[in-house]
């Protein structure tokens, strides 16, 4: 599990270099930060002392340059920082952290692809709340999603495999109406008049979230696919039972936010 922790962190690493290159510092210095604390976590686990002095060293390289960052942000700096070769923070550094082996593959060893990894990532029991970030359409978002939908059902991996795309405003009810038609399930809640107001429809998704959950733990294995979320999701009130509660159902999220990922405690995430 922790060797997780330092994967989380080398992918908000490489988007705060993409960041910080282009002179985006307001969004560099989040990434760095999220980066830190995921490396910070990691050292707490990792047993091996080489690899935990390279972090350690690339930890402490990556710190000064976030405080250089908020120095700029807070108009506390003379000069320009940028990103070359008198730089703290290079590309060749990812590489570096990439392949400080943890137990999951070799030094120098090539990775896998975006694709082969999430279908791996699939079949972890330990693993049911997985995010995919990029713009959901995209031709590549695109061609990744309907290749795990189809890859999913051809192998038998699972007995449902239900995709939902989450507009801009999402409506829980919405959502739960398209899970619902795939799952064949019928609400049978009446929008009287009294109903059509705010606190109604929070009973509406309350009922139908209660239905919803008890259907899906009636399936072995299940895959949702909840594409474009832009803003957190309250999971457990849609009606998605994940996790502790049904190990057999696995849920992937994509977002063009990393942020919203991880305020969605999401156990492992992509960047294609």
């Given amino acids: 599990m922790y060797s997780n922790f330092k994967e989380q962190a080398i992918e908000y690493v490489k988007q705060a270099i993409q960041e910080d290159t282009a002179g985006n510092y307001a969004k560099a210095f989040p990434l760095y930060t999220n980066a830190l604390e995921y490396f910070k976590t990691h050292l707490k686990y990792?047993?091996?002392?080489?690899?935990?002095?390279?972090?350690?060293?690339?930890?402490?390289?990556?710190?000064?340059?976030?405080?250089?960052?908020?120095?700029?942000?807070?108009?506390?700096?003379?000069?320009?920082?940028?990103?070359?070769?008198?730089?703290?923070?290079?590309?060749?550094?990812?590489a570096v952290l990439e392949n400080t082996g943890s137990g999951s593959h070799l030094a120098g060893e090539p990775k896998m692809s975006i694709f082969n990894a999430i279908m791996e990532t699939l079949t972890d029991a330990n693993i049911t709340l997985i995010g995919v970030c990029g713009h959901d359409k995209s031709h590549s978002m695109t061609i990744?999603?309907?290749?795990?939908?189809?890859r999913a059902k051809r192998d038998n991996l699972f007995d449902v495999v239900v995709k939902v795309t989450v507009k801009e405003k999402p409506s829980l009810e919405r959502i739960q109406q398209e899970i619902a038609n795939v799952l064949g399930i019928s609400f049978q809640e009446k929008k009287t008049a009294c109903c059509l107001n705010f606190n109604g429809n929070q009973k509406i998704v309350a009922a139908r979230g209660r239905q919803l959950w008890e259907r899906i733990k009636k399936?072995?294995?299940?895959?949702?696919?909840?594409?474009?979320?832009?803003?957190?999701?309250?999971?457990?009130?849609?009606?998605?039972?994940?996790?502790?509660?049904?190990?057999?159902?696995?849920?992937?999220?994509?977002?063009q936010s990393?942020?919203?990922?991880?305020?969605?405690?999401?156990?492992?995430?992509f960047f294609p």
Wanted: overall charge negative; charged content about 30%; glycine content about 6%.
């Fill in 46 to 94: 990792e047993k091996n002392p080489q690899i935990k002095e390279a972090i350690t060293q690339k930890f402490e390289e990556y710190l000064r340059r976030a405080e250089e960052i908020r120095a700029v942000l807070d108009d506390r700096w003379t000069g320009q920082p940028s990103i070359g070769e008198n730089s703290y923070v290079k590309w060749k550094d990812v």
């Fill in 144 to 150: 990744l999603l309907e290749e795990i939908s189809t």
């Fill in 219 to 255: 399936e072995e294995k299940v895959l949702l696919i909840l594409c474009g979320v832009d803003t957190q999701l309250d999971l457990a009130k849609i009606g998605i039972s994940f996790g502790e509660d049904h190990r057999g159902c696995k849920v992937i999220v994509t977002s």
């Fill in 258 to 269: 990393n942020e919203v990922l991880f305020q969605m405690h999401t156990q492992k995430n």
